[in-house]
């Protein structure tokens, strides 16, 4: 009889400490998911009006850290965590909600080939035009974006297919010297041009839907 309250008291006891770890341990797990998300948002920057990136950059961007959700995990990354052109580059990429329509003469950086897929995976239509003599070129991501089902079209011409442009959303356009390669990242001197001018982008809207039926396969 003695015994009963004392073991009743251990009993509440037990209970408030675990309830009292359960609440401290939610209240942890809830800090890192705020600093992660907040982190992350950080880096979801909203398109410019009007912007100019210019190549090369220093360091290679890491790829991870400013468009995974959570960010990079490898804590021995080679890769810069520093904004850079290149980073600005991912993330307008990332930022598509409904498609992406590029003209690109050569394509062998992994990285962008790769923040193409992940659009299209999550249902941002995707359309590649690209030039004839580039698609087999060593390093090529064409067969890459054909096999993840993006389709991609091909000037059939003796003459290059040389444009390097990507409008997003049919509202912003980038443009200039820039092809997605290694070289062109951290070795030549290259620009891309950022603009959501009407005036602009209309007219590589319409220039991107006449390569688009000039090169369908099922037309020539
Ligand atoms: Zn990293």
């Not at 890491?62 to 520093?82: A, I, V």
Request: with cysteine.
């Amino acid at each position: 009889m003695i015994e009963k309250p004392r073991e009743m008291s251990t009993f509440i006891l037990r209970s408030g400490v675990l309830i009292l770890s359960f609440g401290i341990a939610s209240e942890i797990v809830y800090q890192i998911y705020k600093r992660v998300n907040t982190k992350n948002k950080g880096k979801r920057r909203k398109f410019p009006k009007t912007e100019v990136l210019f190549f090369p950059d220093e360091t290679v961007a890491c790829k991870s850290y400013f468009t995974d959700d959570y960010g990079c995990r490898n804590s021995n990354c080679r890769f810069t965590h520093e904004e850079n052109s290149l980073s600005k580059l991912f993330t307008y990429l990332m930022s598509a909600r409904t498609s992406i329509d590029i003209c690109i003469f050569v394509i062998t950086c992994s990285d962008l080939a790769e923040l193409l897929i992940q659009s299209h995976k999550k249902g941002v239509v995707v359309r590649v035009v690209t030039d004839n003599e580039q698609v087999d070129v060593p390093g090529s991501q064409i067969w890459k974006l054909r096999k993840a089902g993006i389709p991609v079209r091909i000037d059939n011409s003796s003459f290059f297919m040389h444009h390097k442009f990507a409008i997003i959303d049919q509202e912003h356009l980038m443009n200039g010297s820039f092809n997605w390669t290694q070289k062109a990242i951290t070795g030549n001197q290259e620009n891309i041009l950022i603009t959501n001018n009407e005036d602009i982008v209309l007219p590589f809207i319409s220039e991107f839907q006449k390569l688009w039926l000039k090169f369908d396969p099922n037309q020539n």
